[in-house]
């Protein structure tokens, strides 16, 4: 650091204006900017200025709910006869539908099946 602070009196801590730290986060936000350079370069410590930078994520992530966004589509139209979801769903089958492969699994079928069968779907 090529300046030195002399501080007299009671205080012993700089003060930055919002300004300034929004200044500095706009610069460390750049695209190949290094947070250690940026600090050398406004004679600041590094981990302020990560610290200043973390408490801007969380006040925008505040703001933010973390909702993704959902695109409701038509459903395609079953292939199956109505007869035949009918009887399904009185049955008691389940039909998992996963990478463009459907399975019916059966109402009366043991938690091991249905487990194996959903591994192996998702391999």
């Not at 139209?77 to 035949?84: E, H, V």
Request: with cysteine; aromatic share 4%; charged share 30%.
């Amino acid at each position: 650091m090529g300046r030195m602070t002399v501080i007299t009196g009671g205080e012993r801590r700089r003060r930055w204006s919002e300004e300034d730290r929004a200044r500095i986060l706009a610069a460390i936000a750049e695209p190949g900017a290094v947070v250690a350079d940026v600090a050398r370069r406004e004679d600041i410590c590094t981990s302020l200025v990560y610290k200043w930078r973390r408490a801007a994520r969380r006040e925008e992530g505040a703001s933010t709910f973390g909702f993704s966004p959902v695109i409701i589509a038509a459903a395609p139209a079953p292939t199956m006869s109505r007869d035949l979801v009918a009887q399904d769903a009185a049955s008691g089958v389940i039909e998992v539908e996963l990478k463009d492969v459907r399975v019916r699994i059966g109402a009366g079928a043991s938690s091991s099946v249905i487990i194996a069968t959903l591994k192996a779907l998702r391999s």
